[in-house]
């Protein structure tokens, strides 16, 4: 696929710098890299190297009023056999100095670049200095190598993102055949900052007569499959783009795999990639060992409307005979007891449930407050707000703007649901609240006509 090589614009070369040099922070300066590979032609691939930096991490010092961090890159690419660069660059990297408020203290300042190199055995090293505090680098050594794809049905490497959204701005550096494809090159995925883990790959000498079957799973340090997710897809094209997402908001911390798996019609593995990644969810752990006197102490402080406000929104995930037994509790302590022992029964799962935690299930509850609320409803309250609190995001939505001939809806697809489900909703009154006409999973509303709705 036709690529344009370039450096980010952070990336500065051969800048003047005169700053006032403050003392070093005391903790050890991090280099994050990250690179995935592509075609380019008969003789040579593409390599994309993805750069991130902590900003808490780096020395400031004043330059023309502003507090300015300087960092000085190196990237090399050397050839194994003959010992020859094929990249060899220095560069100046300018960092504004970041505000002090604790959500800002993981944020990465990332960076991209291309560079167009021959097939053969490589390594890739990448030395970076804190220019004001020289003593302070960091430096990643990683060898790879960089093959043809042959005449067979192949697959590039996987680039795990932060983001991947439709996009026209050809000339913005992230900018991938239609896409803002943002990377993730600390491979950190979690709960509190990227919770949907985003991925583009791409697929060479597919047959465009055949309906391919695209699996998507993740596996635990012990190999075991804990997501899977597969859909069937005609590309009609000889190369195509792929790009998905997993949700990963679930898993406990520690270091997986996600895998891409083409299939063909005959059901034969045609090709695969796959790359590792680390989760961190700390509030998981926390739940799971959570007790009912563990959990109460959660709810330590809490007001008796509180407890209440809290339970109402639990209802989703309530009994008919816990509901009503809750209604005829008044005290604060005997709310606080009910609630403590429902949500220890709730977090390991019962009647065929699968067990959600509470810190998650809240969390799920203020996300949908603060995306769907209409007509004075709470968003919680509504049918899309329902869905998301019962079952996470989804694995995909499909938008559909209003028409001539149709009112707006959308499609939420899950993937890892009962094999594959999805859920329809249809703005029926047109001021944006979006209900439930049809679902697929057991349980829910199915109706099969439900285009009905849509005139």
Not at 388 to 416: G, M, N, T
């Amino acid at each position: 696929m036709k690529r344009s090589i370039g450096y980010a614009a952070m990336l500065l070369l051969g800048m003047s710098i005169a700053i006032a040099q403050k003392p070093a922070s005391r903790q050890t300066l991090v280099l994050n890299l990250d690179y995935a590979k592509f075609r380019n032609n008969d003789s040579s691939g593409y390599l994309e190297i993805y750069y991130g930096f902590y900003p808490s991490l780096i020395t400031y010092g004043q330059r023309d009023g502003q507090r300015i961090g300087v960092l000085k890159v190196r990237t090399r690419v050397r050839d194994e056999r003959s010992g020859l660069f094929q990249v060899n660059n220095v560069s100046t990297v300018l960092f504004p100095a970041p505000d002090t408020s604790r959500a800002t203290e993981r944020i990465v300042s990332i960076s991209q670049a291309g560079h167009v190199v021959p097939f053969g055995d490589y390594r890739l090293n990448v030395f970076v200095v804190d220019s004001l505090s020289p003593t302070r680098s960091d430096s990643i050594s990683l060898p790879f190598s960089v093959r043809g794809y042959g005449a067979q049905p192949a697959i590039s490497d996987l680039e795990l993102c932060s983001s991947v959204k439709s996009s026209a701005q050809k000339e913005d550096l992230y900018y991938k055949n239609s896409l803002e494809v943002i990377p993730n090159p600390t491979l950190v995925f979690g709960a509190g900052l990227h919770p949907m883990m985003f991925h583009y790959t791409e697929f060479y000498n597919l047959d465009t007569t055949q309906t391919y079957v695209v699996k998507t799973q993740t596996t635990g340090g012990d190999g075991k499959v804990v997501k899977d997710a597969s859909k069937a897809r005609r590309f009609g094209v000889r190369n195509a783009v792929e790009a998905g997402m997993t949700n990963v908001a679930s898993l406990e911390s520690g270091k997986y795999r996600v895998r891409l798996i083409l299939i063909d019609e005959k059901g034969a593995t045609v090709a695969q990639s796959e790359k590792s990644f680390y989760a961190y969810n700390p509030h998981i752990k926390a739940n799971v060992l959570a007790a009912s006197s563990i959990k109460a102490s959660e709810l330590a402080g809490m007001t008796a409307d509180e407890l209440a406000e809290e339970f109402r929104k639990a209802q989703y995930v309530a009994t008919d005979q816990e509901i009503k037994t809750f209604s005829q509790i008044t005290s604060e302590d005997g709310r606080r007891e009910f609630l403590a022992k429902f949500w220890s029964e709730v977090e390991v799962g019962r009647a065929g449930r699968l067990g959600i935690l509470r810190a998650v299930y809240l969390q799920r509850i203020l996300s949908a407050d603060q995306r769907f609320r209409a007509l004075g409803r709470v968003g919680w309250r509504t049918d899309r707000g329902r869905v998301l609190a019962l079952y996470a995001e989804p694995d995909e939505i499909e938008r559909f703007p209003s028409s001539q001939d149709s009112k707006p809806y959308e499609v939420w697809r899950y993937y890892s649901i009962e094999n594959g489900v999805e859920f329809v909703f249809v703005d029926r009154s047109g001021f944006g609240e979006h209900t439930l006409v049809h679902s697929t999973k057991r349980g829910e509303l199915q109706d099969t006509e439900w285009q009905r709705f849509l005139r």
